[in-house]
């Protein structure tokens, strides 16, 4: 094998990656749940990986020593109120040189920034010089609204991002969608390639009875409806809401889960006493392990989350994979994730009428809902793996010969 140059002069060939996040287990959401199964697609695949991340939960740590990988709880956050500028830059700084340190300890072959905060500003711009400096291939990653928010950036900030970007070897983003985005925001950057998501069915809970799990829940309605999201406007859950009392009115026994907390609780409390279904909206709050999920999944009827923005959405893979039907927003990326018509139902997220009349008609066809829910099923273990993403990463990063024992399937 031809030898690389690295950060000490030539070395031999070497297995070792770094991936940089801002978001990471034991953080919730779709960024941290993408990185932290990529890293262990890597590591399947015989890879030594470092992820470098940020210090925010003090329980994580003794979650990392179980982890066959490396994690450095070392990033700055990147808002930090509690200090004065000029402290908190100082510890932007600071981090640069540790990241420059840690390439002089050991050799990497590859760096994966994770996601585009990574060069966020000009902190971001530090990283980007301490990772240029040893001029190894790096790559970024991009999942939705990281791209459709860069319009919105400063005049220099978005000069600088756009540098930063351009000098990219690789560009990766999780959906068709957020690629036509990339090349948008971004037309003179390497081009960037479709990655994808995936779901990890042999590490998932086992699926159980659906009066089982109906029973560890305290539900005994005949219809359970579910979403498992962020409290966030952009997910949609309000439409939902709002489409609720034309269910109701066809089905009366429907109970509508909606797992997750978030800062859009209260208004959405709110919205279901104003639409008169309060007693129909359950609230069960914020989870932090995949148990908790499993009962969710298999409690449920169908899933729905009709979001209003998502570069694609992992709950839509997850929901199939426990053979859910799903109805989403025909938004963004995630006609990627739902084949509509197969696998679920592609809805307007602004038209509770059109919401209504698709929950109505699955609710009342239990073989559609089947059907569904078998074929979403099929194609998200087919798919939709971790290892297909991690192999798809390497074969734009030039590391073949070292792929995942799962064959990468057409996206």
């Known amino acids: ?77 990147q ?7 000029a402290l908190c830059a100082l510890r932007h700084v600071k981090f640069a040189r540790r990241l420059g340190d840690l390439f002089e300890r050991r050799s990497f072959r590859y760096v994966l920034a ?19 400096y040893r001029r190894v291939r790096t790559g970024v990653m991009f999942h939705g609204t990281d791209v459709e ?14 540098h930063i970007v351009r000098s990219m070897d690789d560009v990766f983003c999780n959906s068709h969608y957020v690629v036509e985005a990339a090349k948008a925001a971004f ?54 809401i709002r489409s609720l009392p034309k269910v109701l009115s066809r089905f009366p026994s429907t109970v509508y889960l909606v797992a997750g907390g978030g800062k859009d609780l209260v208004r959405l409390r709110q919205l279901a006493e104003q639409n008169g279904c309060a ?21 449920a009827d169908l899933f729905v989350m009709p979001a209003r923005q998502e570069g694609f959405g992992i709950v839509y893979l997850e929901a199939a994979h426990y053979g859910l039907p799903t109805v989403g927003g025909r ?6 994730a739902i084949a509509d018509g197969e696998t679920g139902i592609l809805v307007n997220p602004e038209d509770p009428s059109e919401i209504a009349g698709v929950l109505i008609k699955l609710l009342g066809d239990p073989e559609l809902r089947a059907r569904l829910g078998a074929t979403g099923q099929r194609r998200a273990h087919n798919e939709f793996t971790w290892d297909a993403v991690a192999n798809r990463i390497m074969a734009k990063a030039n590391l073949n010969g070292t792929g995942c024992s799962t064959p990468c399937p057409s996206p």
């Open 1 to 77: 094998m031809t030898p690389i140059r690295g950060s000490t002069g030539l070395t031999e060939p070497n297995r070792n990656l770094l991936v940089l996040s801002k978001d990471f287990r034991p953080q919730t959401g779709g960024i941290a749940e993408w990185v932290y199964h990529v890293v262990l697609a890597f590591c399947r695949a015989q890879w030594n990986v470092t992820v470098v991340t940020v210090d925010t939960y003090a329980a994580a740590r003794a979650m990392d020593a179980s982890e066959p990988f490396t994690t450095m709880r070392m990033m700055p956050e």
């Open 79 to 85: 808002d930090d109120r509690l200090c004065t500028k």
């Open 114 to 132: 994770a996601e585009r905060e990574i060069f966020r500003g000009y902190n971001g711009f530090l990283r980007w010089l301490a990772l240029s």
């Open 149 to 162: 928010q860069i319009a919105r950036l400063p005049w220099a900030r978005r000069r600088i991002l756009d």
């Open 187 to 240: 037309p003179d950057c390497s081009n960037p390639v479709y990655v994808g998501c995936g779901v990890s069915p042999e590490t998932l809970p086992t699926p159980i009875r659906q009066d089982s799990a109906r029973k560890v829940l305290g539900i005994d309605s005949q219809n359970v409806i579910l979403t498992v999201a962020r409290l966030v406007p952009e997910k949609g859950i309000d439409t939902v």
């Open 279 to 299: 007693k129909h909206v359950r609230f069960a709050g914020e989870f932090d392990n995949r148990v908790a999920a499993h009962y969710y999944y298999c409690a």
């Open 331 to 336: 938004v963004g990326g995630v006609p990627d």
